[in-house]
């Protein structure tokens, strides 16, 4: 039996709602960092978002309004953008790109500085989160969501 994906970034744990416009084209999903005029992919390697904000993530439209926009539908430029804090021990889902390296469960991931993740490595050093499925993307020519942990 084939487990179902679930239709929100956030699937456990508290975390802060914010909004901002956004900065350019950004999935539910996907890393985000604060700029002057408001949200984009997070560009730093390997970085958290700031020290104070341990995983920022952009959601799903659903989670401040009842509508049919979901998790595969992706804010444009100039949209409001919803995203969320996330602190250590959290459960989301982010989001790995098209053709990504196999991820086994247990493995660290650290940001790809596109809003993606990957495994950690000595590159990308600064892992954020721990997988807490195995995905296999490899062949994929989308990018695939992974239910993580934050650490």
Known sequence: ???????????????????????????????????ATGIRKQTRIGATVDTF????VALDADIVYSNTNGIDVDYL??????????????EI???????????TKGVLLGSLGNGFVEVATVSNSQAIAVAIESVDNSAGITPAFINVEVL
Do not use: C, H, W
């Not at 904000?53 to 920022?56: D, F, S, T």
């Open 53 to 56: 904000v341990p995983v920022a």
């Open 77 to 90: 430029s100039g949209d409001i953008a919803f995203y969320g804090v996330f602190p250590k021990g959290s």
């Open 1 to 35: 039996m084939t487990k179902l994906r679930s239709d929100k970034v956030a699937l456990k744990g508290d975390f802060l709602k914010k909004e901002a416009l956004a900065d350019e084209i950004i999935s539910p999903g996907q890393l985000v960092e604060l700029t």
């Open 93 to 103: 889902q982010l989001k790995v790109p098209a053709n990504a390296p196999a991820i």
